[in-house]
Structure formats: C-alpha cells, structure tokens
C-alpha cells in the first residue's frame, strides 16, 4: 500500500506564500502522475493542479500564475508552490497519486491525509 505523506499546510495572511509537499512511501515515482486538490469550506473537492511523470503540468483557472506544481523524482516528492494566496484558497489540501509499485503491478489511486491551509484577510 502506497502511502502519501503530506506537510507544509498552516496559516498564512493573503499574499503569502506556502509550500505543500507530498512524499510517497514506496512505488515507481517517475512514472506517476501526482496532482493536488482541494475542497473549501461548503465546496465540492476541486482539482488544483496536475503533474505528470514526463513533467507536463495543468493548473486550475483560479489558481493559474499563482501556484507552481514539481515534482523530485529521487525524493519521491511532488510539492505544490503558492504564492499570492487569497481568502478564498482556504481549504483541505490533498494529494493524489497515480502510481504503481512495481514495473509489473497495474497503476492505482492513492491520497494522502490531508493538510489544512488557511489565509487570512
């Protein structure tokens, strides 16, 4: 069993920054897909933002030119960078990963705990 491990969350005032990161336990990290999502307070969980093993990235609209996913494929960690946080990026913050643990096991989805973030006026 894959286990994501999350850190990072907290408060912050709006226009700040944080930094998310979501280390995975075990797996072939270079070839998953890890992503971010969110759910604020009486809202459906949300993408946020998106990485594959080849680098290629997609970004929510409201969080576009403001946040920044990467990945470190020798720490098996994604991170998720945000700056210009606003009030309305307050939310549970979870990581998702699409991984297998072996080469010749099938890929499967995984989520981590999940990490409160919250920004303050």
């Known amino acids: 069993q894959v286990q994501l491990v999350e850190s990072g969350g907290g408060l912050v005032q709006a226009g700040g920054s944080l930094r998310l990161s979501c280390a995975a336990s075990?797996?072939?990290?270079?070839?998953?897909?890890m992503a971010w999502y969110r759910q604020g307070p009486g809202k459906q969980r949300e993408l946020v933002a998106q990485i594959t093993g080849g680098g290629s990235t997609n970004y929510a609209d409201a969080v576009k030119g403001r946040f920044t996913i990467s990945r470190d494929n020798t720490k098996k960690t994604a991170y998720l960078q945000m700056n210009s946080l606003k009030t309305e990026d307050t939310a549970v913050y979870s990581c998702y990963a699409r991984i297998r643990r072996t080469t010749i096991m099938p890929f499967n989805d995984y989520w981590g705990q999940g990490t409160q973030v919250t920004v303050s006026s």
């Open positions: 075990e797996g072939v990290f270079s070839s998953a897909v």
